[in-house]
């Protein structure tokens, strides 16, 4: 049959072309040969010049060969058969308009145009997805050299396959908008040639490239393609379903498809196809959503996105997508969550919304907030996220201000980091963008406040006391329950006479005013009926008197009966003044009532108003209040993350706080002043946010002129210094010392503070000595402000004619210090130190002023003489003669004011002024320390200069001979560093006799100062003063780290004042000059271990901080062993004192950092804490144990402990003991090992399940590890559970049988426990006395004597000791030498032989 009389069947494959089909359908006849294409191509062109789009009826069999041949043919047959094809199909769209409208076309023409339409669209069709698919495929293999020469060369010749791709999609849009469906039977377009053209777009959209800016005019075309197909070819359930299985599969077309819904919906005016793909999208299932996460994600990008192009035409929309907010994939929530966003941004925006849209909005924001609690924590982040963007674009009612304000402080303390910084967040924004003021200080608006709701009282006080007689408010009333009354009455009407009459009667005595009150109470309490037949039966009764005899019989029953209850219910002056007005002849009468009517109206509607605007202001000035509360409330939870782990909670903390600061609000002070710390930190982020925060507050600060800004700034940063720790201003000078760095402290500041410290500006003394701290502080980074102008601070601040003021002039000595301190890190080691000659101004001033002042008791002389003597050795040439001489001069002043007894023959002893002897022993104190200070540092350092100095000559001098005489050995050595470690060691040891042989000897003047500082110390009854005591201990703190002979010489004083003390800050300065000594002489102090351990527990909370800080710095840097004592610090973390919890739980996390630490310690730590004697409490222990369980990361580590932790069920002999370590079990993450482990040892606590507490927290244990468990892992945790619920059991049931078999297999045990017991008993340490303080033995000598002590039992406890077998597995182990102390504490434990020494021993007085 001829190519012209076949129908041409569009196939779903090529190869269907080439089986014969049904009756008149067209077959491939032929495949041609790849050599055969060329020529039969060209025979094609011919055809087509002169027969025109038809020609392809008869050489359809060569376009099929060359799609068939595709991969193998030359690229230029390719392309131009793809040239061809578009001229093909181009003149065939051109040519239909004329057919389609020839109304002489017959039907085989008519057939003859469809089979070449189809035929030329279905060959071009191909041939383009043929050429997409290699350019798909070549992108995804990368690009290799051929291919980069073949791209080159296919562009080089003009053909690229992207460019090409947009003319051929135009031009088959431009087909379709042809009336071509007069080509088919029926007119109607056959469903296959539209799929044809639509699923070639498909496919292009596959490709990843599509969504490149490139790309995007082949994105438009085949967006244009498809809304005609959706407009004319009824498209819109193929193009749904195709969009849906699309978004499941590429993440790449979520854009590229909302883009093109967004055309169709608006231009194409296909709004109900947003409708169709929202109802697919909702009609998932959620559960099949949770398994699908991709297809998930593809959803749920589409619907953010496509909301915020078309809001309004999705709302209609949203119901069916509310499933979604219950189902189990949160980003399904968070697409919903964020359509109704844009909803309420773009649609339900605005103040002028109808009661519907009102009604929408509150809806969807009812959702977001219900939302702020969801389980999921990146819901309830997005839900925040959501929030800040409602807010920035003040689309959030008033009245929700406070309850989402309320949501974002409580969602502060969330678990997850990314909620807690979304919520810090949205408050700044909540601050940044609130309705209420520039400034939210609670103070100040409390006050307005009250005085406005005083004034509302009064108003409504006087309107009450202003009221008529008659309620206003009657006429509103009885339209509120007209409908109802006139309902009520209806119905009584209906029915037959008779009925409906019972109720209420008239009595016989009643009169008609005493029926009418009935009838008015009745109506008030609602009781119409009631009311209702009451007034029927006073119509009949009193038919002449009022208000009943009034009956228009005209109207009817109904009218009748409502115009009576009216003017009962007003009441008689009511109906009485209506009747004036209506009826009355007086025309006059009746216009003055109307005018003054009017009149009162006015006044009361006056007032009305008056009182709503108060009633606003009131509620206005309430909300500002709660707002400015709640930011107070949420300073001070943010204010505690300043120190996370998380870099950008960090940050956004600080911002917060800026913008508080800004705002005014008098609490953002502590928070600006909290992050001062954050300087130091290692994070580059943290940093530079601090130093960003600074600048943003205090250098930019506003004014009309340089010097205003400069004063600006003076006044903030001084306002930071008021009541300021040491350690905050050595931050605040760190910050300034970056500014003045960076230039960026402007000239006029410098200025200006000058002048206030010369007093050229009247400034007050507080603002004169902040000028020179900060000008100090600026000295630090640029030494010439301070150092150019000594001469001046020191005769403004230090010269005799001014009145001393010992605060300006501390400052003054610290501003100066700060020249040597910036001068030392830039000097070479043959420039010599920054030094000032003895004879110098300052040093003489200084030495005046000490000597001056020691006479007078004023409390800031003290301080300042620290500063000076600091400043003097830090400075002076000779320090020492000048310290000499303050503490000769000071000594013989002290002389001299000894006051002899009045009485002749008393022996009463000379007295002294008891502020004399503390700043006595004090600045001899300092002055000790100082001069050690000198020796260790710059005179050591010093001789070195000096040393490598003189080297560096001699080596210059006899280079040459060096080189010929040089032995092998000593080359050796120099290569090694020998010689300068000798020669160091050489220095050290000079120093090092010096402080022992000299500093204290009897011909030096500190040692004149011992005798007296340790009687002092020795005899705290004699020397009661408070002061006293606390100058002697610290002073004796600092002659003890001169020499190591007396500082073991005085060891056991020290520890009994830091034990038996009653002052708390002696306690507390001692535990500080020990933890020196421990860093000092370590051998020394490490046989005192037991004792600063000891003051954990001390019950000043002054003490147990002081003892915290100095105990985690020793540990972490290693200079005191780790015991069993550091029990003591786990158990500051149930401390009542927030801030000694907060360090106690600060060590622990800096001990996790360091290795396998905390695990070692764990077991000693679980054994003493559940001890029933010298433990904790049962919930302080889980407390404890909750905070150090959570640093056990490793499973190795997990495994171990779970092993351990069950085979101690057996030596634990309290049920509490039994408890706690169940707890501990509870709360470690089992893993599969850790479960079998606690299989393999199940007989170790069996027995114990019977106690429910145990039974409850190992079926928390296992439940934990079945929730991520594998089904085989599942099904252990299951049969475990069954062991342990039969365990339980049988022992509710009766334990007398296990516990007779156990009895029986070990009938030994009762006798060797009481045996135990026993020996626990009489090794319990005694009560502390005196005669417990032994001084040990020094460490170096235990050695050489030998331990004859027979071991002695340990109390009944959890003991973990390094006996037991350790896994090999395990990547920590617990040794003896990191528990168990080598050497027997000397308080706690003395000899026999000690004991008896002891009592030979003199009684030493203590405080």
């Known amino acids: 049959m001829p190519p012209q009389l076949c129908e041409f069947h569009l196939p779903l494959s090529p190869e269907e072309l080439l089986k014969s089909g049904g009756v008149n359908q067209y077959v491939v006849q032929e495949v041609l040969s790849v050599k055969q294409l060329s020529s039969q191509f060209r025979v094609f062109q011919v055809a087509f010049r002169t027969q025109g789009p038809l020609a392809v009826l008869e050489h359809f069999d060569t376009l099929y060969s060359i799609l068939y041949h595709f991969q193998s043919i030359d690229a230029d047959l390719k392309e131009d058969a793809l040239e061809l094809l578009m001229k093909v199909v181009s003149r065939h769209s051109q040519d239909l308009p004329a057919i389609l409208d020839d109304t002489t076309l017959n039907v085989s023409d008519r057939s003859a145009h469809l089979n070449a339409l189809k035929m030329n669209c279905y060959a071009l069709i191909r041939l383009m997805e043929s050429f997409e698919a290699t350019t798909s495929k070549t992108s995804l293999m990368g690009q290799d050299h051929g291919g980069k020469g073949k791209k080159s060369r296919t562009k080089a010749q003009g053909f690229d396959w992207e460019e090409a791709r947009h003319p051929i999609l135009q031009m088959l849009t431009q087909l379709l908008q042809l009336d071509i469906y007069r080509l088919w039977n029926h007119s109607v377009v056959e469903e296959e040639f539209i799929s044809l053209l639509t ?15 490139k790309n995007r005019p082949t994105r438009e075309a085949i967006a244009h393609l498809l809304g005609v197909a959706l407009t004319r070819y009824n498209h819109m359930l193929s193009a749904t379903l195709k969009i849906i299985q699309m978004l499941q599969h590429f993440e790449h077309l979520v854009s590229v498809l909302v883009a093109a819904v967004r055309l169709w919906s608006t231009e194409y005016g296909m709004k109900s196809i947003v409708g ?27 619907l953010t996105e496509l909301a915020e192009q078309v809001p309004t035409i999705m709302m209609s929309s949203m119901s069916v997508l509310l499933d979604h907010l219950d189902g189990e994939n949160y980003m399904m929530r968070n ?38 609690h969801d389980v999921n924590s990146f819901v309830r982040s997005r839900v925040l996220q959501l929030f800040t963007r409602i807010v920035q674009q003040k689309a959030l009612p008033l009245t929700r201000f406070q309850a989402v304000v309320t949501l974002a402080v409580g969602r502060l303390v969330d678990k997850s980091v990314l909620v807690s910084k979304n919520a810090i967040q949205l408050l700044a924004t909540f601050l940044a963008n609130n309705p209420y003021s520039c400034k939210l200080s609670d103070a100040d608006l409390s006050q307005p406040l009250q005085r406005e709701a005083q004034k509302l009282q009064e108003m409504r006080a006087k309107r009450q006391a202003t009221a008529p007689s008659v309620a206003p408010d009657l006429e509103e009333e009885w339209e509120a329950m007209l409908p109802e009354l006139q309902s009520t009455l209806q119905q009584i009407l209906k029915l037959p006479e008779g009925d409906g009459k019972e109720g209420e009667n008239l009595g016989d005595t009643e009169t008609a005013e005493e029926t009418a009150k009935r009838i008015q109470q009745l109506l008030v309490k609602a009781s119409y009926k009631h009311a209702i037949t009451l007034t029927q039966e006073a119509v009949h009764r009193f038919q002449e008197e009022a208000p009943f005899h009034h009956m228009n019989q005209e109207e009817s029953e109904e009218t009748r009966i409502l115009n009576l209850l009216r003017s009962i219910f007003k009441g008689p002056t009511s109906s009485t003044q209506d009747k004036n007005l209506q009826v009355s002849p007086d025309e006059t009468a009746s216009v003055e009532a109307v005018s003054e009517g009017r009149h009162g109206m006015v006044e009361n509607n006056s007032d009305k108003e008056e009182l709503v605007k108060q009633e606003m202001l009131v509620q206005y000035l309430q909300d500002a209040y709660n707002f400015s509360l709640q930011v107070t409330e949420a300073i001070g939870i943010i204010s505690k993350m300043m120190y996370e782990n998380t870099t950008s909670v960090v940050q956004e903390v600080i911002e917060f706080f800026v913008t508080v600061y800004q705002f005014g609000v008098p609490q953002a002070l502590l928070g600006v002043r909290r992050m001062l710390p954050l300087v130091w930190s290692k994070e580059p982020g943290v940093r530079e946010a601090v130093l960003n925060a600074y600048r943003q507050l205090y250098l930019h600060p506003k004014g009309d002129s340089a010097r205003a800004k400069a004063q600006a700034l003076i006044q903030n940063l001084s306002l930071l210094l008021v009541d300021a720790s040491v350690g905050t201003i050595q931050c605040l000078e760190e910050i300034l010392c970056e500014f003045v760095q960076k230039g960026e402290l402007k000239p006029a500041v410098t200025q200006l503070l000058w002048e206030r410290v010369t007093e050229k500006v009247s400034c007050s003394p507080l603002e004169r ?23 001046t601070l020191v005769s403004v601040a230090l010269e005799e004619k001014v009145e001393q003021d010992y605060r300006l002039a501390q400052q003054v000595c610290q501003a100066i210090a700060n020249i040597s301190d910036s001068q030392k ?78 009485e002749e023959g008393t022996k009463a002893a000379p007295t002294l002024p008891t502020f004399l002897l503390m700043n006595l022993l004090s600045l001899a104190g300092d002055v000790a320390l100082q001069q050690l ?3 260790e540092q710059a005179v050591s350092s010093e001789l070195r200069r000096r040393r490598v100095l003189r080297e560096e000559q001699e080596e210059t001098k006899t280079k040459g001979q060096k080189e010929k005489n ?21 220095e050290a040891e000079l120093i090092r006799s010096i402080c022992e042989m000299e500093l204290l000897d009897g011909r030096q003047l500190l040692s004149a100062f011992v005798p007296l500082l340790l009687k002092i110390c020795n005899n705290p009854g004699l020397y009661s003063d408070p002061t006293l005591s606390t100058a002697a201990s610290l002073a004796l703190g600092k002659f003890c780290m001169i020499s190591a002979t007396f500082c073991d010489s005085q060891l056991r004083l020290l520890f009994t004042m830091l034990e038996k003390s009653s002052l708390p800050v002696v306690r507390s300065n001692l535990m500080v000059a020990i933890g020196d000594l421990a860093i000092r002489f370590p051998n020394l102090v490490e046989p005192w271990t037991p004792n600063l351990y000891a003051r954990l527990r001390d019950p000043a909370s002054q003490v147990r901080k002081t003892a915290g800080l100095v105990m985690t710095h020793l540990i972490l840097k290693d200079m005191v062993r780790v015991k069993g004592q550091v029990s003591e610090m786990a158990v500051l973390l149930i401390d009542p004192e927030p801030e000694v919890a907060a360090l106690a739980k600060n060590f622990f996390n800096e001990l996790a950092g360091k290795g396998n630490v905390v695990y070692n310690l764990l077991p000693d730590i679980i054994s003493r804490l559940s001890d029933p004697e010298s433990g904790v409490e049962e919930e302080p222990f889980h407390t404890i144990m909750r905070q150090l369980l959570s640093y056990i990361t490793k499973d190795k580590q997990t495994e171990s402990l779970v092993e351990k932790l069950c085979q101690r069920f057996r030596t634990a002999r309290t049920e509490r003991q039994h408890r706690d370590l169940a707890y501990c079990l509870s709360t470690l993450p089992l893993t599969e090992r850790g479960l079998r482990k606690m299989q393999d040892n199940f007989e170790c606590f069996g027995d114990k399940l019977s106690d429910e507490t145990i039974f409850n927290a190992f079926l928390a244990a296992v439940s934990k590890l079945r929730r991520w468990a594998k089904p085989e892992v599942k ?67 235990t050695k050489h004597r030998p331990n004859t002590r027979k071991p002695v039992s340990k109390k009944t406890a959890i003991v973990f000791s390094s006996d037991e077998s350790s896994e090999e597995e395990c990547l920590a182990e617990m040794t003896e030498d990191d528990q168990t102390p080598k050497k027997t504490t000397p308080i706690r434990r003395a000899s026999t032989r000690s004991q008896k020494a002891l009592k030979r021993l003199l009684p030493i007085p203590v405080v």
Not at 1310 to 1329: E, I
Request: aromatic share 4%.
């Open 966 to 986: 040089t032995s092998n050995e000593s080359t050796m050595e120099e290569e090694l560093g020998l010689v300068g470690a000798s020669a160091d060691d050489t």
């Open 276 to 302: 169709e793909i929202v109802r697919e999208i909702g009609q998932k299932c959620p559960q099949e959503l949770s398994r699908d996460t991709s297809g998930a994600k593809g959803y749920a990008s589409f």
């Open 199 to 213: 699923g070639c777009c498909y496919r292009l959209l596959e490709n990843p490239s599509i969504s490149h800016q």
């Open 825 to 902: 890190p830039g000097l070479g080691k043959s420039h010599p130190p920054f030094r000032l000659p003895q004879d110098h101004r300052l040093f003489e001033r200084l030495r005046e002023m000490v000597i001056k002042g020691f006479v007078h008791p004023d409390p800031l002389w003290i301080p300042f003489k620290e500063v000076a003597v600091t400043l003097i050795y830090q400075l002076a040439e000779g320090p020492e003669v000048i310290c000499a001489q303050i503490l000769q001069g000071c000594g013989k002043q002290t002389l001299e004011r000894i006051q002899e007894p009045t």
């Open 1275 to 1341: 099904a252990l945790v299951d049969e475990f559970e069954q062991k342990l619920q039969a365990c339980h059991t049988r022992g509710l049931d009766g334990t007398q049988e296990p516990e007779t078999d156990q009895d029986a297999d070990q009938p030994s045990q009762p006798s060797t426990r009481r045996h135990t017991s026993d020996t626990s008993r009489q090794s319990c340490p005694s009560v502390a006395s005196d005669n417990d303080f032994v001084t040990p033995q020094p460490r170096g000598t």
């Open 933 to 935: 200070v000198h020796l």
């Open 335 to 372: 697409a919903v969550l964020a359509a109704m966003t844009e909803m309420v941004l773009q649609v339900l925006n605005g103040d002028q919304l109808e009661e519907a849209a009102r009604g929408t909005r509150d809806q969807f924001l009812d959702t977001l907030q219900a939302h702020g």
């Open 769 to 791: 000595c902040s000028s020179v701290m900060l000008l100090g502080m600026m000295a630090k980074g640029k030494p010439e402000i301070v150092g150019s102008n000594l001469d």
